[in-house]
């Protein structure tokens, strides 16, 4: 019988280190890689946090609308495309810090947030 338990726990090893790879190229540069073109595409590679304030930016990014540090899963719904300067903001919200507000050439902001573009 004590063999018997022993094989068991050995399978049930050998199976939890099977899951556990599995996890883990799931995980992978290349699995990230599909999931970034298919959000691309689905949102006609345009920047979606501009996009719902009226303006057409390309996306350059793939952003995870709940970070994965508060939760948030690599699913579609919590997947957008996002600019080079709306994750930049958003990272920065997301650690708690003041957005920055840049301004372009002729002196308008930047910010997606600013009022001045509200
Ligand atoms: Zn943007």
Redesign the pocket.
């Known amino acids: 019988m004590v063999m018997a338990t022993r094989s068991d726990l050995d399978r049930h090893i050998v199976q939890h280190m099977a899951i556990k790879h599995q996890r883990l190229s799931d995980k992978s540069g290349h699995a990230w890689a599909k999931i970034r073109v298919r959000i691309l595409r689905r949102d006609c590679g345009l920047?979606q946090?501009?996009r719902r304030e009226g303006r057409l930016?390309l996306a350059e990014q793939v952003d995870h609308i709940v970070p994965v540090s508060k939760g948030g899963g690599d699913d579609d719904e919590n997947l957008q495309a996002?600019?080079l300067?709306?994750h930049d903001d958003k990272t920065r919200a997301d650690l708690g810090l003041k957005s920055v507000t840049a301004f372009d050439a002729s002196g308008f902001p930047l910010g997606?947030g600013h009022h001045w573009n509200r």
Do not use: E, L, R, S
Request: proline fraction near 22%; include cysteine; aromatic fraction near 0%.
């Open positions: 920047c946090p501009c930016t996002i600019c300067a709306c997606p």
